[in-house]
């Protein structure tokens, strides 16, 4: 969408022999100029937010009930990695997809 909007979306439809056999509810989606990190949305906080955030939000959550494993991507930075790796240590938490690049560092 090239500029931001609340738009309709046309749900899925599926068709067998000329007639709709299913169809998903219709939505509305949300276009924005610039994601936002803020109000604790962990997936785009984990994928996008700067290190402080991913902190400050891992430092609040139950981290027994997120996925930790969207951080995975972004384990080649060092210092979030660093980071990440002494909180979980701190609560004796062990994800592998977070240690695997621990060689990298």
Same mark, same amino acid.
């Given at each position: 969408?090239?500029?931001?909007?609340?738009a309709s @979306?046309?749900?899925?439809?599926?068709?067998?022999?000329?007639?709709?056999?299913?169809?998903?509810?219709?939505?509305? @989606?949300?276009? @924005?100029?610039?994601? $936002?990190?803020?109000?604790?949305?962990?997936?785009?906080v984990?994928?996008?937010?700067?290190v402080?955030?991913?902190? %400050?939000?891992? $430092?609040?959550?139950?981290?027994?009930?997120? %996925?930790?494993?969207?951080?995975? $991507?972004?384990?080649? %930075?060092? $210092?979030?990695?660093?980071?990440?790796?002494?909180l979980?240590?701190?609560?004796?938490?062990?994800?592998?997809?977070?240690?695997?690049?621990?060689?990298?560092?």
């Open positions: 969408l090239p500029t931001p909007c609340n @979306v046309f749900p899925a439809t599926v068709v067998q022999d000329g007639n709709i056999v299913a169809r998903a509810v219709p939505a509305t @989606v949300t276009a @924005v100029e610039t994601l $936002s990190t803020e109000g604790g949305d962990w997936p785009l984990a994928t996008r937010g700067t402080q955030q991913v902190m %400050d939000y891992l $430092s609040k959550a139950n981290v027994f009930a997120i %996925d930790l494993t969207l951080l995975e $991507s972004r384990m080649s %930075d060092k $210092s979030l990695f660093v980071e990440v790796v002494d979980l240590d701190a609560r004796g938490i062990y994800c592998r997809e977070i240690w695997r690049h621990a060689l990298m560092h």
